[in-house]
């Protein structure tokens, strides 16, 4: 890029301020996009009556790149995290408050990681979701595909046989 500027890093620099104008939080559900709403929240073929919640885009995303969830999103941009001074405050929670508000969601599910933060934050929430009356479900955790047990940490391994089917 050093060796040819003009034609390699000035269109670079250009594409990303441009990027940087356009791509914004969708007032939505907090995805990035150049769209408000963003492209999945316009999405009328996605099941409406289930929103699924995440740390963060790159959690969104990778759940898009498998296809795995057709339903709406809502990006938190964090978890609760008293050692990093991140209180509910902190958090992206009053546009999922308000889309609960009217109605229309059946099961909100809380797609955290399996951290200590990340369970005080699924804690939080579900107190918080309870009077909306919705399904509150959490994703499943423990043996990954191909693990092989002996190899697992006890905590992970405690999980999966309480979230045994």
């Known amino acids: 890029m050093l060796q040819e500027p003009e034609t390699r890093m000035l269109p670079l620099a250009v594409a990303l301020a ?82 609960l508000e009217r109605g229309g969601v059946d099961e909100v599910i809380l797609a955290l990681g399996a951290t200590v933060d990340g369970a005080t934050t699924v804690h939080w929430l579900t107190d918080r979701l309870r009077p909306f009356g919705v399904a509150v479900t959490r994703v499943g955790q423990g043996v990954p595909i191909g693990g092989a047990l002996d190899v697992l940490d006890d905590g992970t391994l405690a999980a999966a046989l309480r979230a045994r089917r």
Do not use: F, M
């Open 18 to 99: 441009d990027a940087a104008r356009v791509v914004k939080p969708c007032s939505e559900c907090g995805n990035l996009d150049s769209t408000d709403p963003c492209a999945i929240c316009a999405d009328t073929g996605r099941d409406r009556s289930i929103v699924c919640v995440v740390e963060g885009v790159g959690d969104l995303w990778a759940l898009e790149r498998g296809s795995v969830h057709r339903g709406l999103y809502h990006v938190l941009g964090g978890v609760l995290s008293a050692l990093s001074g991140i209180g509910p405050d902190d958090l992206n929670i009053s546009p999922l408050l308000q889309r």
